[in-house]
Structure formats: structure tokens, C-alpha cells
């Protein structure tokens, strides 16, 4: 049983990383064509990145160890620090 969460923990963290990939190829190839609406793509990225952050991470960290825990929710709010910073810097650097 457990191997088998392992499993699907690894293939989650694979569709990510395939999709955040996939996601940056797509923006390289069409970056002339969706350059108008950069600011929509950021915010829509980074709502279902939070969203999926505090579902994955932070939302049932009661069942995990109080180290890990803790572990994750200091990472999930760097996280979102660093994202609020780069959408500063976005805004403000024109």
C-alpha cells in the first residue's frame, strides 16, 4: 500500500514538472502571440499554483509529523513571498 502512494506521489510530481515545462516551451514558442496578455497568463498560473500548493501541502499537515509539517509550511510561504515578489517586479519594472 505504501509503495503504491509512493507511486502516485512520484507521478503527481512528474505531471508538475511536465507541466511547468510544457508550460515554458509553450510560452517561448508563442511568446510573441500571447505577449498582450502576459499579465493574465502570471495571475491565472499563480492562482492555481496557491491553490494547488495549499491542497497538496498545507491543507491536512494535522496527519503528517509536526517537523514536516512545519517543513512544508514554511516552504509553501516562501513560495508565496517569491511569487508576490516576482509579480512586483513584473509590474513595476516598465
Same mark, same amino acid.
Given at each position: 500500500?505504501?509503495? *503504491?502512494?509512493?507511486?502516485?506521489?512520484?507521478? /503527481?510530481?512528474?505531471?508538475?514538472?511536465?507541466? &511547468? *515545462?510544457?508550460?515554458?516551451? $509553450? &510560452?517561448?514558442? $508563442?511568446?510573441?502571440? +500571447?505577449?498582450?496578455?502576459?499579465?493574465?497568463?502570471? &495571475?491565472?498560473?499563480?492562482?492555481?499554483?496557491?491553490?494547488?500548493?495549499?491542497?497538496? /501541502?498545507?491543507?491536512?499537515?494535522?496527519?503528517?509529523? !509536526?517537523?514536516?509539517?512545519?517543513?512544508?509550511? #514554511?516552504?509553501?510561504?516562501?513560495?508565496? +513571498?517569491?511569487? +508576490?515578489? *516576482? *509579480? #512586483?517586479?513584473? !509590474?513595476?519594472?516598465?
Amino acid at each position: 500500500m505504501n509503495e *503504491i502512494k509512493n507511486y502516485i506521489k512520484l507521478a /503527481q510530481s512528474a505531471s508538475a514538472l511536465g507541466a &511547468g *515545462i510544457l508550460g515554458f516551451g $509553450l &510560452g517561448a514558442l $508563442l511568446g510573441n502571440v +500571447i505577449a498582450d496578455y502576459v499579465y493574465v497568463v502570471i &495571475g491565472a498560473g499563480a492562482i492555481l499554483h496557491v491553490w494547488g500548493m495549499y491542497v497538496m /501541502q498545507m491543507r491536512k499537515d494535522n496527519e503528517r509529523p !509536526t517537523i514536516i509539517a512545519k517543513a512544508l509550511w #514554511i516552504s509553501a510561504w516562501i513560495c508565496l +513571498i517569491a511569487l +508576490i515578489a *516576482i *509579480i #512586483i517586479y513584473l !509590474t513595476v519594472r516598465k
